[in-house]
């Protein structure tokens, strides 16, 4: 028969004493028995998650500039939201305009700060840009743009942009 290595005692007082195995491999059969193989798996499993899953304890996080006022701007104000001033500073604030909505991208300074790839979006209405998937010079206009030659199709993807803000 074979016998489980169980740390307590078997209710029939015969099968409770540690005999060798015979003819079943021994301790090593027995150490291969599946609730044997699935308490172990389930150990390196817990010490995996306890030692593995450990974070340090406090992950510094970037300061956040304080969120600012809704309010209006025209093209010309917008434009000072470049983030050109000192990052995490009031003057390195980043704001874009999507769809009329003007949307605070500080935190993405990889993506819209002036050595990103969207830097030019900084300060802008990146409408016409966001429809036209583009980041040409051609696509950001110093006035206000009415975007009244964009088609159906640039107009779907501003809006999805424009969620996608909305969302971030
Ligand atoms: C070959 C062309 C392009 C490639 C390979 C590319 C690739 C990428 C990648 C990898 C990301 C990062 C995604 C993430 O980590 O969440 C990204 C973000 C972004 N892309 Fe592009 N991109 C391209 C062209 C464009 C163009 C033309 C536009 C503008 C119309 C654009 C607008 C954006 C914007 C706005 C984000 C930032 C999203 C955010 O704030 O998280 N991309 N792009």
Request: net charge negative.
């Amino acid at each position: 028969m074979r016998r489980y290595h169980f740390p307590w005692k078997m209710a029939d007082g015969a099968e409770s004493e540690a005999a060798p195995e015979s003819g079943e491999g021994g301790l090593l059969a027995e150490l291969l028995s599946p609730i044997n193989l699935f308490l172990i798996f389930l150990c390196l499993y817990l010490l995996y998650k306890i030692v593995g899953g450990r974070r340090p304890a406090s992950v510094p996080s970037k300061p956040r500039l304080p969120p600012m006022k809704k309010r209006d701007f025209s093209p010309q104000e917008l434009q000072k939201f470049d983030g050109r001033g000192e990052p995490e500073t009031e003057a390195g604030r980043i704001l874009i305009a999507v769809n009329g909505k003007v949307f605070d991208v500080s935190r993405g300074r990889a993506f819209y700060g002036p050595e990103g790839p969207y830097g030019i979006f900084a300060g802008r209405d990146a409408s016409r840009g966001l429809g036209t998937f583009s980041v040409d010079k051609e696509a950001i206009r110093d006035e206000y743009d009415d975007l009244s030659d964009l088609n159906a199709m640039q107009w779907e993807s501003i809006r999805e942009w424009e969620q996608q803000f909305q969302a971030a």
